[in-house]
């Protein structure tokens, strides 16, 4: 088969012992076809893939899959699934059981002939995501030039006397101007809103020495970029530009552990450490950082709680922060490519 990404799931069928992999989740169908996708399932078996579609999307399926095998079904996608799975004599489905709801998945079980079975094949297709190809750094690094121009565009903006909510439309105004849009809703908070993590944006007007965190990300073509920053107006107290000295130097410590190899839950400790050690620990209450690509969060999650370890092609964020009830938060993020022996911040030059 000519689509690498589809081959290199095909290697992994006799280790998870199945036949074919049923793919539900509009993101990872993208990903492996190279295609947007919407309401339709993949079904890929050895020697053939389908494309499992309803008459809204058949036309357009047909023209931009290639090597695919379109199929349109009538009555039921899930009847027309285990047609296709009998004439190529599968025997095991594997499927992954999050990215289907209870009521579908009782269906398929009530539907599944007795001489298919459907088996467990959680994270198959993202695993495979969690390295990125040359060609997604180099998606992302364009959308991260879009943003440099988003922080420049908001070094002006962010002024006192205008509110969160009327920043907030200057910002998606410029954004739509460059033809994209953000890849989540973006996080506006000034003054004692930033100590929310998840602020939501408000009327808020922006005041003379307000500290103003923002959490934005651009979209370009289906791929993501994720950065957090913090702007300063007027005199900054000294307790804020304290913190935000030992978030930033948190940060350097945390990257300059990055490398492949080197388990996810080590550089989640070695921030929160040195944030321990200037007694804000306790203020840093999330996971340092989360993988981004096709969606904003990706695996691996940057928790001390995670298994995962560190591989070369992963792009991650690092985003330590303090949070001071009722005060202020800092916030320091920053995208970052792993590479065998380290790693390359790519938002480097955007500060």
């Not at 799975?85 to 289907?100: C, L, P, T, Y």
């Not at 539907?111 to 994270?123: A, T």
């Not at 903006?157 to 009327?166: D, L, N, R, T, W």
């Not at 203020?283 to 070369?312: C, D, M, N, W």
Request: with cysteine.
């Amino acid at each position: 088969m000519s689509n690498p990404r589809i081959n290199k799931i095909l290697n992994v069928f006799e280790q998870k012992k199945i036949d074919a992999l049923l793919v539900t989740k509009d993101v990872n169908i993208q990903y492996l076809t190279y295609t947007p996708s919407s309401e339709s399932w993949l079904l890929i078996c050895p020697k053939k893939v389908f494309y499992i579609t309803d008459f809204r999307y058949v036309l357009e399926a047909e023209k931009s899959l290639k090597g695919i095998s379109v199929k349109r079904y009538e009555n039921s996608i899930h009847e027309t699934l285990f047609q296709i799975a009998k004439s190529m004599h599968v025997r095991r489905i594997g499927f992954d059981e999050r990215h289907m709801t209870l009521a579908t998945f009782k269906v398929l079980k009530k539907e599944c002939p007795k001489e298919i079975r459907l088996v467990e094949g959680n994270n198959i297709v993202e695993d495979l995501r969690e390295v990125k190809e040359r060609v997604e750094i180099e998606s992302i690094i364009k959308a991260l030039k879009i943003h440099k121009q988003a922080h420049e565009f908001l070094k002006k903006a962010v002024k006192p006397g205008i509110s969160e909510k009327a920043l907030f439309f200057k910002l998606e105004e410029f954004v739509r101007s460059k033809g994209v849009t953000f890849s989540f809703a973006p996080i506006i908070a000034s003054g004692p809103n930033s100590c929310h993590p998840h602020a939501k944006v408000t009327e808020r007007k922006i005041r003379r020495d307000d500290s103003v965190l923002i959490d934005m990300g651009i979209d370009l073509k289906g791929y993501k970029s994720d950065l957090t920053r913090m702007f300063f107006l007027g005199k900054i107290s000294p307790l804020v530009q304290e913190v935000y000295h030992f978030v930033k130097a948190a940060q350097l410590e945390a990257i300059g552990k990055i490398k492949s190899g080197i388990p996810v839950g080590e550089i989640d400790q070695t921030a929160r450490n040195y944030l321990e050690k200037q007694k804000l620990e306790k203020y840093f209450g999330h996971a340092l950082g989360h993988g981004v690509g096709l969606e904003i969060h990706e695996s691996p999650r940057l928790s001390q709680k995670s298994t995962a370890v560190l591989k070369e092609g992963m792009i991650i964020t690092v985003e330590p922060a303090v949070y001071i009830p009722d005060k202020f938060g800092i916030r320091i993020e920053d995208m970052v490519l792993v590479t065998k022996e380290g790693c390359e911040v790519l938002s480097d030059n955007i500060h």
